[in-house]
Nanobody, 119 residues
Framework: QVQLAESGGGLVQAGGSLRLSCAAS????????MGWYRQAPGKQRELVAT???????NVADSVKGRFTISRDNAKNTVYLQMNNLEPEDTAVYYC?????????????WGQGTQVSVSS
């Protein structure tokens, strides 16, 4: 099992910045990638960014150039630095850990943190 503890989020004006953090605990060795997804009201959950333990990142086109994902392997923590925020970035942001073993795959999710951007 993997547990995820999120922090950060809040209300910010357009053009502002926020940083999200997600600390993993439990079966860390099974995690293949960690990242962030978001879900706005009435919309499906979408990928924001993911990163592997080796540092290979995948960032959605909609946030590329504004959001940066990074990780501290010593702390088992992933960060999402969000700059130049736009009202369209308003959503609940969920931390994700994609874990797998020899015969299984499983996604773990954090409880979600609200990011609200006012115009």
């Amino acid at each position: 099992q993997v547990q995820l503890a999120e922090s950060g989020g809040g209300l910010v004006q357009a053009g502002g910045s926020l940083r999200l953090s997600c600390a993993a605990s439990g079966s860390i060795s099974t995690i293949k990638s960690m990242g962030w997804y978001r879900q706005a009201p009435g919309k499906q959950r979408e990928l924001v960014a993911t990163i592997t333990p080796g540092g290979s990142a995948n960032v959605a086109d909609s946030v590329k150039g504004r959001f940066t994902i990074s990780r501290d392997n010593a702390k088992n923590t992933v960060y999402l630095q969000m700059n130049n925020l736009e009202p369209e970035d308003t959503a609940v942001y969920y931390c994700n850990a994609a874990a797998s073993g020899r015969f299984w795959d499983k996604d773990y999710w954090g409880q979600g943190t609200q990011v609200s951007v006012s115009s």
